[in-house]
């Protein structure tokens, strides 16, 4: 890699190249672990295309980058001693998460440059840089600025695993998870007046849900006022319930109990009702109307919790409920709650401890399987959970966002939807909001300072140019190593008008407080606390996926990429954050193509995991694992190939031993034909190097092939330009087994091996042997660059002093184009295959044939033999046989075969010798003027 400059080729091409930029931008792989399967197929994905692009004449841009902050890095920090993590303030947690990043970038670049990835190695990017997380705090205050941000307590997901806020695109579903359901019972304190004559027993109405430690937690009974609702009783007990009626064929399945029908009503006459708190009796609860009551599952009533669902909290919203938090950042409930919940985890035992409270009003519990949401670093389940976060207005930037993406091209085009541009517009409409502060401490802060007493958030452009300045001389530490008295100046407190005293860097979360609001987008949330409230401080990060989403603003000076290019999952992760941030603050996609590609499973089609032992490494694949026997070292070339061959198709990529061996043999077919065509150009003068400009330079043959090479590179350009790379790797297969390797090296070895070294024939074909050569190493050099690079150091003509991606290759001629020779050929090729039917004898150079023929075939045929009878004719070269005499006499057959009566040349094998043990006279001749003695061996 060194003779051959791959790591001095980005600088060289930047400085060099004077053709049109192609921008490719990286998203930056996690800085986290060592290099795996789905590392190898981005990054080699990527560096295709860049190298197929500098041989197109492009100069390329490519600054490799690196996610560096977030929680699994934070997590790893973590591990072990638990007393030990007590110990670790905000300062060492950062400075071990720093060291750990730094380690994962090492590895991973180290064997990213080993694959010959293309890229600006020298100044890679960094999300925990100073540089590049200035620049995040101004975008984010910019966004800020223009409305786009805001502050405000919504119910997020929430990971009691990890103690902090997650999106989505940090979300993972298990689509097995067992929940516990129950159908619970909810008194009516007031009944609405068309049911008051039907009963004057206690009324209850039945709820569903699959969440029941949030039944303690309930603000108001949920209808649909277009749904019917019937007024039943249950076997013969005297208590009277209200249910969907659809569902009470269902209601009487599941209890397998009498359900009797008193009568039925629209759901609207429930606007009167109201209902009993289960844990509070004194408490009297609203019955509120809500479009998202159904009937596909349940009883058609839903309990409201407006902290720990969506739907909850706009109905809260709309009817001025208040919003009660009373589950802390464990998942735990507060001290707000009945005694006996009180500290419990809500998932386990505290659901547990619900229904032991409530158990006199559960009617049926069941496990239910549904599909649920995990964390997707611990693989815990999480929770919906109401808490101030800062979010992003998608709302306003959404539909905007669906408009740039008309101007986007996705790859690959046949993929279907899941991997198209509809895939990601589908995204984009189902995202209510974006949720981008977490409660950890291993990222960027926030840069907001709040007051103690009024709870107000306090974030201005002065305040920034302070931060960022501090970070320039004290580090991006510096919101943890610095006292509010130090971050702030005075001249700022003054306009401010407050203390150092009354600000504080963290939020105060209260657990228990009664919060209302009404949630203007830049307003403060006022709160109005109970004295028994608890508290905890959190100071907010930013969401990893807003520290990758805006790196298009500090790494591409303003310029739009041409190419973002992806796995499958970016979808929700940073295809989206990076078009959403662009939109807001430029009113743009930061993209104009889009190339999606599957991610690594094993040959059963599952992900990769080490706890299952399916891990593929791609280092022991290129290198050799541990045993030689079972993990032998299959090369860089054979890893390029399998990626190029695989990885452009499908959502998923399996990694199988059959599929890598099958690379290995479609790489090492390609060695052997390579090797034969430098050996073939030993003796071959770069003078004599020349273009066939006219019909007459070359034989029809040559011709044909020089024609097919121009097709092929046609051909492959186009995949390339397309992103086709697995159609490019089978069509060369194709075309070297079958075209070159079969074909016409097979029928050229005469001329090659036979004819006088100068002799102007066998210059011909090695004139198309030099430029197959150059085609085939200009069409695979994006895909396998070390074996390109390797041609050209054994290449006779250049031995290591030129490179493929320097100096380039030579293209195909557009005077190679000769569409008419394909019928004059196919007309000799059907000639060959007959003949090879025909014939008596595997080895058609005992033969001689006699060809019939009339009228246009037989002057196609002169084209190719002028003479009425040769040995030394095309036509006998391609049918491979020692002599065709060609006749226009009509005859009923098409050619006729008969044992040559000459003798076997001990020179070039073929039977054209008259006399016994004797040179032909064509080989006799040219021992003749080389000076040479006969040998009897072949050379063919």
Same mark, same amino acid.
């Given at each position: 890699?060194?003779?051959?400059?791959?790591?001095?080729?980005?600088?060289?091409?930047?400085?060099?190249?004077?053709?049109?930029?192609?921008?490719?931008?990286?998203?930056?792989?996690?800085?986290?672990?060592?290099?795996?399967?789905?590392?190898?197929?981005?990054?080699?994905?990527?560096?295709?295309?860049?190298?197929?692009?500098?041989?197109?004449?492009?100069?390329?841009?490519?600054?490799?980058?690196?996610?560096?902050?977030?929680?699994?890095?934070?997590?790893?920090?973590?591990?072990?001693?638990?007393? *030990?993590?007590?110990?670790?303030?905000?300062?060492?947690?950062?400075?071990? =998460?720093?060291?750990?990043?730094?380690?994962?970038?090492?590895?991973?670049?180290?064997?990213?440059?080993?694959?010959?990835?293309?890229?600006?190695?020298?100044?890679?990017?960094?999300?925990?840089?100073?540089?590049?997380?200035?620049?995040?705090?101004?975008?984010?205050?910019?966004?800020?600025?223009?409305?786009?941000?805001?502050?405000?307590?919504?119910?997020?997901?929430?990971?009691?695993?990890?103690?902090? =806020?997650?999106?989505?695109?940090?979300?993972?579903?298990?689509?097995?998870?067992?929940?516990?359901?129950?159908?619970?019972?909810?008194?009516?304190?007031?009944?609405?007046?068309?049911?008051?004559?039907?009963?004057?027993?206690?009324?209850?109405?039945?709820?569903?849900?699959?969440?029941?430690?949030?039944?303690?937690?309930?603000?108001?009974?949920?209808?649909?006022?277009?749904?019917?609702?019937?007024?039943?009783?249950?076997?013969?007990?005297?208590?009277?319930?209200?249910?969907?009626?659809?569902?009470?064929?269902?209601?009487?399945?599941?209890?397998?109990?009498?359900?009797?029908?008193?009568?039925?009503?629209?759901?609207?006459?429930?606007?009167?009702?109201?209902?009993?708190?289960?844990?509070?009796?004194?408490?009297?609860?609203?019955?509120?109307?809500?479009?998202?009551?159904?009937?596909?599952?349940?009883?058609?009533?839903?309990?409201?919790?407006?902290?720990?669902?969506?739907?909850?909290?706009?109905?809260?919203?709309?009817?001025?409920?208040?919003?009660?938090?009373?589950?802390?950042?464990?998942?735990?409930?507060?001290?707000?709650?009945?005694?006996?919940?009180?500290?419990?985890?809500?998932?386990?035992?505290?659901?547990?401890?619900?229904?032991?409270?409530?158990?006199?009003?559960?009617?049926?519990?069941?496990?239910?399987?549904?599909?649920?949401?995990?964390?997707?670093?611990?693989?815990?389940?999480?929770?919906?959970?109401?808490?101030?976060?800062?979010?992003?207005?998608?709302?306003?930037?959404?539909?905007?966002?669906?408009?740039?993406?008309?101007?986007?091209?996705?790859?690959?085009?046949?993929?279907?939807?899941?991997?198209?541009?509809?895939?990601?517009?589908?995204?984009?409409?189902?995202?209510?909001?974006?949720?981008?502060?977490?409660?950890?401490?291993?990222?960027?802060?926030?840069?907001?300072?709040?007051?103690?007493?009024?709870?107000?958030?306090?974030?201005?452009?002065?305040?920034?140019?302070?931060?960022?300045?501090?970070?320039?001389?004290?580090?991006?530490?510096?919101?943890?190593?610095?006292?509010?008295?130090?971050?702030?100046?005075?001249?700022?407190?003054?306009?401010?008008?407050?203390?150092?005293?009354?600000?504080?860097?963290?939020?105060?979360?209260?657990?228990?407080?009664?919060?209302?609001?009404?949630?203007?987008?830049?307003?403060?949330?006022?709160?109005?606390?109970?004295?028994?409230?608890?508290?905890?401080?959190?100071?907010?990060?930013?969401?990893?996926?807003?520290?990758?989403?805006? #790196?298009?603003?500090?790494?591409?000076?303003? *310029?739009?990429?041409?190419?973002?290019?992806?796995?499958?999952?970016?979808?929700?992760?940073?295809?989206?954050?990076?078009?959403?941030?662009?939109?807001?603050?430029?009113?743009?996609?930061?993209?104009?193509?889009?190339?999606?590609?599957?991610?690594?499973?094993?040959?059963?089609?599952?992900?990769? #995991?080490?706890?299952?032992?399916?891990?593929?490494?791609?280092?022991?694949?290129?290198?050799?694992?541990?045993?030689?026997?079972?993990?032998?070292?299959?090369?860089?070339?054979?890893?390029?190939?399998?990626?190029?061959?695989?990885?452009?198709?499908?959502?998923?990529?399996?990694?199988?031993?059959?599929?890598?061996?099958?690379?290995?043999?479609?790489?090492?077919?390609?060695?052997?034909?390579?090797?034969?065509?430098?050996?073939?150009?030993?003796?071959?003068?770069?003078?004599?190097?020349?273009?066939?400009?006219?019909?007459?330079?070359?034989?029809?043959?040559?011709?044909?092939?020089?024609?097919?090479?121009?097709?092929?590179?046609?051909?492959?350009?186009?995949?390339?330009?397309?992103?086709?790379?697995?159609?490019?790797?089978?069509?060369?297969?194709?075309?070297?087994?079958?075209?070159?390797?079969?074909?016409?090296?097979?029928?050229?070895?005469?001329?090659?091996?036979?004819?006088?070294?100068?002799?102007?024939?066998?210059?011909?074909?090695?004139?198309?042997?030099?430029?197959?050569?150059?085609?085939?190493?200009?069409?695979?050099?994006?895909?396998?660059?070390?074996?390109?690079?390797?041609?050209?150091?054994?290449?006779?003509?250049?031995?290591?002093?030129?490179?493929?991606?320097?100096?380039?290759?030579?293209?195909?001629?557009?005077?190679?184009?000769?569409?008419?020779?394909?019928?004059?050929?196919?007309?000799?090729?059907?000639?060959?295959?007959?003949?090879?039917?025909?014939?008596?004898?595997?080895?058609?150079?005992?033969?001689?044939?006699?060809?019939?023929?009339?009228?246009?075939?037989?002057?196609?045929?002169?084209?190719?033999?002028?003479?009425?009878?040769?040995?030394?004719?095309?036509?006998?070269?391609?049918?491979?046989?020692?002599?065709?005499?060609?006749?226009?006499?009509?005859?009923?057959?098409?050619?006729?075969?008969?044992?040559?009566?000459?003798?076997?040349?001990?020179?070039?094998?073929?039977?054209? #010798?008259?006399?016994?043990?004797?040179?032909?006279?064509?080989?006799?001749?040219?021992?003749?003027?080389?000076?040479?003695?006969?040998?009897?061996?072949?050379?063919?």
């Amino acid at each position: 890699m060194a003779t051959c400059g791959f790591s001095s080729l980005y600088a060289w091409q930047r400085k060099n190249v004077t053709g049109p930029d192609f921008v490719l931008h990286d998203g930056p792989p996690y800085a986290n672990g060592k290099p795996h399967m789905g590392h190898a197929i981005n990054k080699i994905l990527k560096d295709i295309t860049l190298r197929h692009k500098l041989l197109q004449g492009h100069k390329v841009h490519y600054v490799p980058g690196w996610d560096c902050h977030g929680l699994p890095i934070e997590l790893k920090v973590l591990q072990g001693d638990l007393s *030990k993590q007590a110990s670790l303030t905000a300062i060492d947690v950062r400075k071990k =998460a720093r060291d750990v990043a730094v380690e994962a970038i090492d590895k991973q670049k180290s064997v990213f440059r080993c694959w010959g990835i293309l890229a600006d190695w020298e100044d890679c990017y960094y999300t925990f840089d100073t540089k590049y997380i200035k620049n995040q705090l101004w975008q984010f205050y910019h966004m800020f600025q223009l409305g786009l941000i805001f502050r405000d307590m919504k119910p997020v997901f929430w990971s009691p695993s990890s103690r902090t =806020a997650l999106a989505e695109a940090e979300l993972e579903y298990n689509p097995s998870h067992r929940s516990t359901a129950v159908t619970a019972r909810l008194r009516l304190t007031r009944l609405p007046e068309p049911l008051r004559e039907h009963t004057s027993e206690e009324v209850f109405a039945l709820v569903w849900t699959t969440t029941p430690w949030t039944l303690p937690l309930t603000r108001a009974i949920c209808f649909n006022p277009h749904l019917q609702y019937s007024l039943c009783t249950l076997d013969s007990s005297a208590c009277t319930y209200i249910v969907a009626s659809e569902l009470v064929d269902s209601l009487h399945n599941k209890l397998n109990k009498t359900v009797t029908t008193l009568t039925t009503f629209p759901g609207s006459c429930l606007n009167e009702a109201s209902y009993q708190h289960p844990c509070w009796p004194e408490e009297e609860l609203p019955f509120l109307p809500g479009d998202h009551v159904n009937v596909t599952k349940g009883t058609g009533l839903a309990h409201c919790a407006p902290a720990h669902g969506p739907d909850d909290f706009l109905i809260a919203l709309k009817h001025n409920l208040a919003v009660e938090c009373h589950v802390d950042g464990d998942g735990c409930f507060s001290d707000k709650v009945p005694v006996s919940l009180r500290g419990l985890p809500v998932l386990t035992k505290g659901t547990e401890a619900a229904l032991q409270l409530l158990s006199g009003d559960i009617l049926h519990v069941e496990d239910y399987v549904h599909s649920y949401p995990y964390d997707w670093r611990t693989k815990q389940p999480v929770i919906w959970r109401a808490s101030h976060q800062w979010f992003i207005d998608t709302d306003n930037i959404k539909q905007t966002a669906v408009e740039r993406l008309k101007e986007v091209t996705f790859h690959p085009k046949h993929s279907g939807v899941s991997m198209s541009g509809g895939g990601l517009v589908s995204q984009l409409k189902r995202r209510p909001y974006w949720c981008i502060s977490r409660q950890r401490v291993w990222g960027v802060p926030i840069p907001v300072l709040y007051h103690k007493v009024d709870g107000r958030a306090i974030i201005n452009r002065s305040l920034l140019e302070r931060v960022c300045t501090l970070m320039d001389t004290h580090g991006t530490d510096v919101w943890w190593s610095l006292p509010v008295e130090q971050i702030v100046s005075e001249e700022w407190l003054l306009e401010q008008k407050v203390t150092a005293q009354e600000l504080e860097k963290g939020q105060i979360i209260w657990f228990g407080g009664r919060i209302h609001s009404n949630f203007s987008k830049l307003s403060e949330v006022s709160c109005e606390l109970s004295v028994s409230t608890t508290k905890d401080k959190i100071e907010d990060i930013l969401d990893i996926w807003f520290d990758s989403g805006i #790196s298009w603003s500090c790494v591409l000076d303003d *310029k739009v990429a041409d190419l973002y290019m992806e796995g499958v999952d970016q979808f929700t992760g940073w295809f989206q954050s990076s078009l959403l941030t662009s939109v807001a603050l430029k009113d743009r996609a930061p993209y104009r193509n889009v190339f999606v590609h599957g991610f690594a499973v094993d040959d059963k089609g599952r992900k990769m #995991s080490k706890s299952v032992g399916n891990v593929v490494d791609p280092v022991d694949i290129v290198q050799g694992g541990k045993n030689p026997q079972k993990q032998p070292a299959l090369g860089i070339d054979t890893l390029r190939w399998w990626v190029s061959s695989h990885a452009t198709q499908h959502a998923t990529v399996p990694v199988s031993q059959s599929t890598l061996q099958d690379s290995k043999d479609a790489v090492h077919k390609l060695r052997l034909v390579l090797k034969f065509l430098l050996g073939a150009l030993h003796d071959y003068p770069p003078l004599t190097t020349r273009e066939p400009e006219s019909g007459d330079s070359f034989t029809p043959l040559d011709q044909y092939m020089l024609h097919l090479l121009w097709s092929l590179n046609q051909q492959i350009v186009e995949m390339y330009e397309n992103y086709q790379y697995n159609t490019v790797c089978a069509t060369l297969v194709n075309f070297v087994t079958n075209q070159v390797s079969a074909f016409y090296c097979h029928i050229i070895k005469d001329r090659l091996y036979c004819e006088h070294e100068s002799d102007p024939r066998r210059r011909d074909c090695q004139t198309v042997l030099f430029y197959i050569l150059e085609t085939l190493t200009g069409a695979f050099a994006p895909v396998v660059p070390h074996l390109a690079e390797e041609v050209y150091l054994y290449h006779p003509h250049y031995t290591g002093s030129r490179s493929v991606f320097r100096g380039g290759v030579v293209v195909p001629s557009p005077h190679w184009n000769r569409p008419h020779l394909l019928q004059q050929m196919n007309t000799v090729l059907e000639l060959r295959r007959q003949v090879n039917k025909a014939a008596p004898t595997p080895n058609t150079w005992e033969l001689d044939a006699v060809v019939f023929s009339q009228g246009d075939v037989f002057t196609t045929l002169q084209l190719f033999q002028a003479e009425e009878y040769s040995s030394e004719s095309q036509l006998s070269e391609i049918l491979q046989v020692s002599s065709v005499r060609l006749s226009n006499k009509p005859n009923s057959a098409q050619f006729q075969l008969e044992k040559s009566r000459n003798h076997l040349c001990a020179r070039c094998r073929r039977y054209t #010798s008259l006399q016994t043990d004797q040179p032909c006279p064509r080989c006799q001749q040219v021992l003749d003027t080389s000076h040479q003695t006969p040998l009897n061996e072949s050379v063919g």
